[in-house]
């Protein structure tokens, strides 16, 4: 019965009930002990993770609720990849009625995306679509969050090879950085880039910085 248990415990029993006299016994104690407390400790690490998610969702529903969550799902980082479903249904439009002088979410919630990290990739094309959008304050969160997403970014390449034409300076430089983030991945974007390097100006540099980096 003792070996058809899935108790964490079970192992360490069984090296209990060895004879005392025999070799090694302490050694394989220690180890069975030591085994069972890392798997405990890998569960305590998720059920931290759970209840700090927990209350900040719930915060949900609210303009200035979700940006209190947003910004300590920010501080949490990867571990927020829970949200990202949320985030996702935020860029979507799924955004609680604003009065009026109450921010948008879609900044926040890309700030949040970015922070995740790899974890965020499905969002990716959503939120390589608001390169596209007449405000360009959500061009620039977009820009900046696929910056920090670095090649898991790859999917915003096309848009990013558009965006490095941008009326907006800072939103056009974060794009470039973008896609030398994004690495040989964007190598779709090279003539683009290869084109804003021939015309000289201030971006004349970043975009060569950014094919020596999509080139190697």
């Not at 979410?105 to 995306?113: E, I």
């Not at 990013?160 to 983030?181: C, H, K, N, S, Y």
């Amino acid at each position: 019965r003792l070996a058809e248990s899935h108790s964490y415990l079970a192992p360490l029993v069984g090296a209990a009930m060895e004879p005392r006299d025999m070799p090694g016994l302490d050694a394989r104690l220690d180890a069975e002990a030591g085994l069972a407390l890392a798997g405990l400790e890998r569960g305590f690490r998720l059920l931290d993770t759970i209840a700090q998610l927990a209350p900040l969702l719930g915060l949900f529903g609210t303009v200035l609720g979700m940006i209190e969550a947003f910004q300590s799902l920010q501080a949490i980082g990867p571990a927020a990849a829970p949200a990202v479903p949320d985030l996702m249904r935020v860029l979507e439009g799924d955004e609680p009625a604003r009065k009026d002088g109450e921010p948008s979410l879609v900044g926040p919630a890309m700030a949040v995306l970015g922070a995740i990290g790899p974890a965020a990739e499905p969002a990716v094309p959503g939120i390589a679509g608001f390169l596209e959008n007449d405000n360009a304050d959500q061009r620039r969160a977009a820009s900046l969050c696929l910056l920090k997403l670095g090649p898991t970014a790859r999917a915003a390449v096309p848009n990013l090879a558009e965006t490095i034409r941008d009326p907006v300076i800072d939103i056009q430089l974060a794009a470039i950085q973008a896609l030398a983030a994004i690495g040989p991945d964007a190598r779709s974007a090279l003539p683009a880039l290869e084109a804003l390097r021939k015309e000289g100006g201030r971006m004349k540099a970043m975009a060569a910085s950014a094919i020596d980096k999509i080139e190697q």
